[in-house]
């Protein structure tokens, strides 16, 4: 049997956060009915009795935090309230994924 799931992240966790949520709740399941856990492949060679956890394509952290303080923001603020005087400038982020993907970095580490 074979389960795939999309985990979304949140701004302030990594996916090794996520990982490490699902080995936490795997782990007394694989333990009590006596099955190996596989955690990203720590073991591979066993065939029966596991329970795999994988991850599917690219794994894609949440988009950093853009700094509201510093030199850049002074930038963005000032030429907003420059062309739209009155304006109240405040940060903000993207909550969908379309626009803000980061660099790949594979989640190996589930500790």
């Known amino acids: 049997m074979t389960s795939l799931t999309n ?3 949140s ?3 990594a996916s090794k956060d996520v990982i490490g949520r ?3 709740a795997l782990s007394p399941i ?4 006596n099955m190996t856990f596989d955690v990203l492949g720590s073991h591979a060679n066993v065939e029966n009795n ?4 994988e991850t599917f394509g690219r794994v894609l952290e949440p988009a950093p935090l ?3 303080t510093g030199a850049a923001w002074d930038l963005f603020g000032g030429t907003v309230k420059h062309v739209f005087p009155g304006a109240v ?3 903000s982020a993207m909550t969908a994924f379309t626009d803000t993907q980061c660099e790949y ?3 190996r580490d589930a500790s």
């Not at 694989?30 to 009915?33: F, G, V």
């Not at 596991?50 to 956890?53: E, K, Y």
């Open 7 to 9: 985990y979304r992240t």
């Open 11 to 13: 701004f302030f966790e």
């Open 22 to 24: 699902l080995v936490g």
């Open 30 to 33: 694989a333990e009590s009915l």
């Open 50 to 53: 596991v329970i795999r956890l």
């Open 66 to 68: 853009t700094p509201d």
């Open 89 to 91: 400038v405040v940060p």
């Open 105 to 107: 970095r594979p989640c």
